[in-house]
Protein backbone atom coordinates (compact mmCIF):
# COMPACT_ATOMS: atom_id res chain seq x y z
CA UNK A 1 0.00 0.00 0.00
CA UNK A 2 1.53 3.33 -0.69
CA UNK A 3 1.55 6.28 1.62
CA UNK A 4 -1.35 8.23 0.66
CA UNK A 5 -1.92 11.44 -0.81
CA UNK A 6 -3.29 14.57 1.70
CA UNK A 7 -3.97 18.14 0.39
CA UNK A 8 -5.47 20.74 2.72
CA UNK A 9 -8.11 23.18 1.67
CA UNK A 10 -8.91 26.62 3.60
CA UNK A 11 -12.03 28.10 3.05
CA UNK A 12 -11.89 31.80 3.52
CA UNK A 13 -8.33 31.93 5.97
CA UNK A 14 -8.09 35.57 7.93
CA UNK A 15 -4.72 35.69 8.89
CA UNK A 16 -1.14 35.23 7.20
CA UNK A 17 0.03 33.74 10.55
CA UNK A 18 -2.40 30.91 10.80
CA UNK A 19 -2.04 30.22 6.40
CA UNK A 20 1.75 30.65 7.38
CA UNK A 21 1.70 27.72 10.39
CA UNK A 22 -0.38 25.76 8.03
CA UNK A 23 1.76 25.84 5.75
CA UNK A 24 4.80 24.70 7.40
CA UNK A 25 2.75 21.56 8.83
CA UNK A 26 2.08 20.80 5.27
CA UNK A 27 5.51 20.80 5.27
CA UNK A 28 6.19 18.53 8.19
CA UNK A 29 3.51 16.33 7.53
CA UNK A 30 4.12 15.58 3.67
CA UNK A 31 0.85 17.71 2.01
CA UNK A 32 1.15 17.97 -1.72
CA UNK A 33 -0.65 21.08 -2.33
CA UNK A 34 -2.65 23.88 -0.37
CA UNK A 35 -5.40 25.21 -1.93
CA UNK A 36 -7.72 28.25 -0.13
CA UNK A 37 -10.32 30.68 -1.05
CA UNK A 38 -11.53 34.22 -0.45
CA UNK A 39 -9.35 37.65 -0.39
CA UNK A 40 -8.98 37.82 2.65
CA UNK A 41 -5.56 35.92 2.83
CA UNK A 42 -4.64 37.93 -0.59
CA UNK A 43 -4.53 41.77 1.25
CA UNK A 44 -2.52 40.42 4.32
CA UNK A 45 -0.35 37.51 2.67
CA UNK A 46 3.13 39.86 2.06
CA UNK A 47 2.82 39.64 6.18
CA UNK A 48 2.99 35.11 5.92
CA UNK A 49 4.89 33.42 8.72
CA UNK A 50 5.93 30.61 6.63
CA UNK A 51 9.03 30.46 8.53
CA UNK A 52 10.27 27.27 6.83
CA UNK A 53 9.68 28.72 3.54
CA UNK A 54 7.47 25.69 2.55
CA UNK A 55 5.99 27.51 -0.28
CA UNK A 56 8.64 26.95 -2.07
CA UNK A 57 8.06 23.05 -2.04
CA UNK A 58 4.21 22.85 -1.48
CA UNK A 59 1.90 24.70 -3.61
CA UNK A 60 -0.04 27.04 -2.45
CA UNK A 61 -2.86 28.02 -4.60
CA UNK A 62 -5.62 30.94 -4.74
CA UNK A 63 -9.02 29.46 -6.09
CA UNK A 64 -13.03 30.23 -6.42
CA UNK A 65 -13.87 27.28 -5.22
CA UNK A 66 -12.76 24.67 -3.84
CA UNK A 67 -15.19 21.96 -4.73
CA UNK A 68 -13.94 22.37 -8.28
CA UNK A 69 -10.39 21.76 -7.54
CA UNK A 70 -10.61 18.45 -5.69
CA UNK A 71 -7.78 16.61 -6.53
CA UNK A 72 -7.79 13.14 -8.72
CA UNK A 73 -9.00 10.12 -6.58
CA UNK A 74 -8.82 12.18 -3.09
CA UNK A 75 -11.92 12.20 -0.93
CA UNK A 76 -13.04 15.57 0.27
CA UNK A 77 -13.40 15.85 4.06
CA UNK A 78 -14.86 19.05 5.98
CA UNK A 79 -13.33 19.29 9.43
CA UNK A 80 -15.57 21.24 11.43
CA UNK A 81 -16.67 21.44 15.14
CA UNK A 82 -20.43 20.99 14.24
CA UNK A 83 -23.13 18.69 15.14
CA UNK A 84 -22.85 15.18 13.41
CA UNK A 85 -19.40 15.31 12.81
CA UNK A 86 -17.35 12.18 13.34
CA UNK A 87 -14.82 12.61 16.28
CA UNK A 88 -11.00 12.10 14.99
CA UNK A 89 -10.03 9.47 17.72
CA UNK A 90 -12.33 7.46 15.65
CA UNK A 91 -11.57 8.32 12.08
CA UNK A 92 -9.75 6.60 9.97
CA UNK A 93 -8.39 8.53 7.25
CA UNK A 94 -8.94 7.66 3.13
CA UNK A 95 -5.55 7.17 1.41
CA UNK A 96 -6.05 9.72 -0.63
CA UNK A 97 -7.50 13.36 1.10
CA UNK A 98 -9.04 16.62 1.08
CA UNK A 99 -9.38 17.93 3.89
CA UNK A 100 -10.94 21.41 3.94
CA UNK A 101 -11.20 23.51 6.99
CA UNK A 102 -13.54 26.58 7.86
CA UNK A 103 -12.06 30.69 8.46
CA UNK A 104 -10.53 30.97 11.99
CA UNK A 105 -13.79 33.55 12.52
CA UNK A 106 -16.90 30.73 11.10
CA UNK A 107 -17.90 27.71 10.14
CA UNK A 108 -17.88 26.04 6.95
CA UNK A 109 -20.89 26.57 4.39
CA UNK A 110 -23.15 24.13 3.55
CA UNK A 111 -22.61 24.33 0.11
CA UNK A 112 -19.04 23.29 1.23
CA UNK A 113 -20.05 19.96 3.48
CA UNK A 114 -22.71 18.81 0.88
CA UNK A 115 -19.89 18.05 -1.41
CA UNK A 116 -17.82 16.43 1.38
CA UNK A 117 -18.06 12.73 1.91
CA UNK A 118 -17.57 13.29 5.47
CA UNK A 119 -17.34 15.89 8.39
CA UNK A 120 -14.63 15.27 11.01
CA UNK A 121 -14.18 17.29 14.27
CA UNK A 122 -11.77 17.29 17.12
CA UNK A 123 -12.86 16.58 20.58
CA UNK A 124 -11.81 19.97 22.50
CA UNK A 125 -13.57 21.82 24.96
CA UNK A 126 -13.52 24.87 22.71
CA UNK A 127 -12.95 25.75 18.85
CA UNK A 128 -9.15 25.52 18.20
CA UNK A 129 -7.23 27.91 15.88
CA UNK A 130 -7.16 27.06 12.58
CA UNK A 131 -3.51 26.21 12.58
CA UNK A 132 -3.26 24.22 15.50
CA UNK A 133 -6.25 21.94 13.74
CA UNK A 134 -4.10 21.65 10.45
CA UNK A 135 -1.82 20.20 12.77
CA UNK A 136 -3.69 18.18 14.46
CA UNK A 137 -5.44 16.65 11.63
CA UNK A 138 -2.41 15.64 9.74
CA UNK A 139 -0.37 14.70 12.57
CA UNK A 140 -3.43 12.40 13.55
CA UNK A 141 -3.23 10.46 9.58
CA UNK A 142 0.55 10.20 9.81
CA UNK A 143 0.03 8.57 13.58
CA UNK A 144 -2.35 6.23 12.41
CA UNK A 145 0.19 5.07 9.86
CA UNK A 146 -0.82 3.17 6.40
CA UNK A 147 -4.28 1.88 7.60
CA UNK A 148 -6.14 4.12 5.46
CA UNK A 149 -10.18 3.55 4.71
CA UNK A 150 -11.39 2.37 1.35
CA UNK A 151 -14.17 4.78 1.85
Request: charged share 25%; hydrophobic share 35%; aromatic share 10%.
Amino acid sequence: MSKGYACVGLFNPKTPENVGSVMRAAGCYGVNSVFYTGTRYDLAKKFCTDTKNSILDIPLIGVEDLKNIIPHDCVPVAVDLVEGAKPLPDYKHPQRAFYIFGPEDGTLKKEITEFCRETIYVPTKGCMNLAAAVNVILYDRMAKGESFSNH
